[in-house]
């Protein structure tokens, strides 16, 4: 019972946050200059009916040559309530400044978009879960000695060195001198072939890099903490060996903190992705935000913002509910 209401509560709070965090970015930028794009040969009026169709601008003044010369913008508030208006009827909004996308629907280049972020982020995570455990489980169990000083060397140098500066490393290394993967992601949506997926990886190594130096810190620290503990050696007493009393009890004691960690390591991978993805070419939504920025494509803007700022939010409630399915003792919410 606690636990649901906890559930409701931060659900609740959650959905508050996400409104007010949509509301400043859609003021925000419904403050700045509307940018339109004009190609040779098109009408001009055809411009400002597009933008009035989308609710930016009304009340038209013309010339003496039926051309709009002069024009009133409608207030934030009623612009707010059109666009929401129009999101509870599926429309996002239609791509206006960026020549590729220009009047597509929002909603379906989003989904177009989606799969190469979702595919480079999960395979970071499969990668790089296992690995950073590993080490930090190996440093843990080696503690002081020469193996976990070379592992903490090694998780220093990546914590260090930003992915972006990994990633050129890794385009100089083994693309352009060892020629071992493509510069960049090869084209099409036959993304589970074998020839996608060794073209992804250079931007996969880009990201789980940096995210095998966290889960090896967190799991090096929490590991050789619990191993230190009083009912370790009360296990040991009991007959167990190192490795099961390492493996039933102090694992699972130190993924009460290392599992919280993987998921929010996660969310900063998915964020970290959007300069990644530029580099690596990636057809994926971080480039398309990154894009919509750029050229101020303010549809578009809004769609990927809420994007990320749903899954950070998410993921701040999945890993507070973890706490208690891992560890029975916590009881979220609970006084």
């Known amino acids: 019972m606690y636990m649901f209401k906890y559930v409701l509560k931060r659900l609740g709070l959650m959905l508050m946050t996400f409104c007010i965090i949509m509301l400043i970015c859609f003021v925000l930028i419904k403050l700045l200059p509307i940018t339109v794009s004009y190609e040779q040969g098109m009408d001009p009026n055809l411009l400002f009916f597009r933008l009035e169709a989308r609710g930016y601008i009304t009340n038209f003044v013309y010339n003496d040559n039926g051309l709009i010369v002069g024009y009133d913008r ?8 059109r666009y929401i ?9 239609m791509g206006f400044t960026m020549a590729e996308y220009k009047m597509q629907p929002v909603w379906d280049v989003f989904i177009e978009k989606l799969p190469p972020t979702i595919l480079i982020n999960v395979y970071s995570t499969l990668i790089g879960v ?3 455990l590993g080490l930090g489980i190996l440093a843990a169990l080696k503690k002081n000695k020469w193996q976990d000083q070379i592992i903490n060397i090694v998780i220093i140098l990546l914590i ?12 100089y290394v083994f693309c352009s001198k060892l020629g071992w993967f493509p510069l960049t992601m090869l084209s ?3 993304y589970f072939t ?3 997926f060794r073209s992804m990886l250079p931007a996969v190594f880009a990201l789980c890099l940096g995210s095998i130096a966290g889960y090896a810190r967190y799991t090096r620290a929490e590991l050789a903490e619990v191993l230190t503990g009083d009912y370790m050696l009360l296990a040991r007493t009991k007959g ?4 099961q009393a390492t493996f039933r009890h102090a694992l699972r004691n130190s993924m009460v903190v290392i599992f919280p960690s993987i998921l929010s390591e996660f969310v900063a991978v998915l964020s970290g992705s959007l300069v990644i ?11 398309l935000y990154l894009d919509s920025i750029t050229y101020l494509d303010y549809d578009f803007f809004m769609m990927l913002s809420g994007f990320y700022t749903l899954v950070g939010l998410l993921a701040g409630i999945i890993v507070d509910i973890s706490y208690g399915f891992i560890d029975p003792r916590i009881r979220m919410g609970a006084k």
């Open 74 to 81: 409608v207030p934030i508030l009623t612009q707010l309530w």
């Open 85 to 93: 208006k129009n999101i509870f009827h599926g429309d996002f909004g």
């Open 130 to 132: 296992p690995i950073g």
């Open 160 to 171: 260090s060195l930003p992915s972006i500066v990994l990633g050129l490393v890794i385009q």
């Open 188 to 190: 099409g949506t036959n």
């Open 194 to 196: 074998w020839a996608m």
């Open 240 to 243: 167990l060996t190192r490795g």
């Open 277 to 287: 993805e530029s580099m690596f070419s990636i057809p994926g939504v971080g480039r």
